[in-house]
């Protein structure tokens, strides 16, 4: 069974910056797609940046620029760097796993495994 805990999310002020970390558990799968994805209430959940086991990465175009995903394998961590927040980035951020495909998909849909999620608040 796949785990994964999220930590490092929290409140800072527009323009900060803050780094998430997924740590992940209880799978051996040499190819897989791993991802950050985000709900803010009353929305959808969005997908923020996936990344591949070849470390390919696919970035939503709010976030492009601003937004740097990475993994340690050796740890099993996955990250999520945050720069120039905005007010508008404020939201539960999710880990997630795709176990079942080779390739990436940023939509969560396709993904397996989940997170608890880690609270992004940023104000203005």
């Known amino acids: 069974q796949v785990q994964l805990v999220e930590s490092g999310g929290g409140s800072v002020q527009s323009g900060g910056s803050l780094r998430l970390s997924c740590v992940a558990s209880?799978?051996?799968?040499?190819?897989?797609?791993m991802g950050w994805f985000r709900q803010a209430p009353g929305k959808e959940r969005e997908g923020v940046a996936v990344?591949?086991?070849?470390?390919?990465?696919l970035y939503a175009n709010s976030v492009k620029g601003r937004f740097t995903i990475s993994q340690d394998n050796a740890k099993n961590t996955l990250y999520l760097q945050m720069n120039s927040l905005k007010p508008e980035d404020t939201a539960m951020y999710y880990c997630?796993?795709?176990?079942?495909?080779?390739?990436?998909?940023?939509?969560?849909?396709?993904?397996?495994?989940w997170g608890q999620g880690t609270q992004v608040t940023v104000s203005s």
């Open positions: 997630a796993a795709d176990v079942s495909r080779g390739y990436c998909l940023i939509h969560p849909t396709v993904f397996d495994y």
């Open positions: 990344i591949d086991s070849d470390g390919r990465t």
């Open positions: 209880g799978y051996t799968y040499s190819r897989f797609c």
